[in-house]
Nanobody, 118 residues
Framework: QVQLAESGGASVQSGGSLRLSCEYS????????MGWYRQAPGKERERVATIDDGGSTTYADSVKGRFTISQEYVKNSIYLQMDDLTPDDTAMYYC????????????WGQGTQVTVSA
C-alpha cells in the first residue's frame, strides 16, 4: 500500500520561501507520476506541479517561475521549492501519485499547511 508523508509546511511572510518534502513508501511502480496539489479555504483543489519518472515537469500557470518540483530516487522523495510566496499561495498542500500524469491522483498524502502573510 502506497503511503505519502509530507513535511515542510509553515507560516512565512510574503516574498519568503519554503521547501516541501514528500516521502513515498510502499510498492514501487515503473512510470509513476508524482506531484503536488493545494486547496485554499473555500476554493477547489488545484494541481500545482507534477514530475514523471523521466523527470519531465508541469506547473500551474499561477506558480510558474516561482515553484520548482524535483525528485530524489535514493530517498524515494519529491520536493517543492516555493519562492517569492504570496498570500494567494496560502493553502493545504498535498503530495499525490498518479499512474499517468494526465490522470487524476490515485493516492493522497495527509497534507501540510502553508500560510503566507502579507
Amino acid at each position: 500500500q502506497v503511503q505519502l508523508a509530507e513535511s515542510g509546511g509553515a507560516s512565512v511572510q510574503s516574498g519568503g520561501s519554503l521547501r516541501l518534502s514528500c516521502e513515498y513508501s510502499g510498492p514501487v511502480y515503473s512510470n509513476l507520476c508524482m506531484g503536488w496539489y493545494r486547496q485554499a479555504p473555500g476554493k477547489e483543489r488545484e494541481r500545482v506541479a507534477t514530475i514523471d519518472d523521466g523527470g519531465s515537469t508541469t506547473y500551474a500557470d499561477s506558480v510558474k517561475g516561482r515553484f520548482t518540483i524535483s525528485q530524489e530516487y535514493v530517498k524515494n522523495s519529491i520536493y517543492l521549492q516555493m519562492d517569492d510566496l504570496t498570500p494567494d499561495d496560502t493553502a493545504m498542500y498535498y503530495c499525490v501519485t498518479m499512474r499517468v500524469c494526465q490522470l487524476p491522483p490515485n493516492v493522497w498524502g495527509q497534507g501540510t499547511q502553508v500560510t503566507v502573510s502579507a
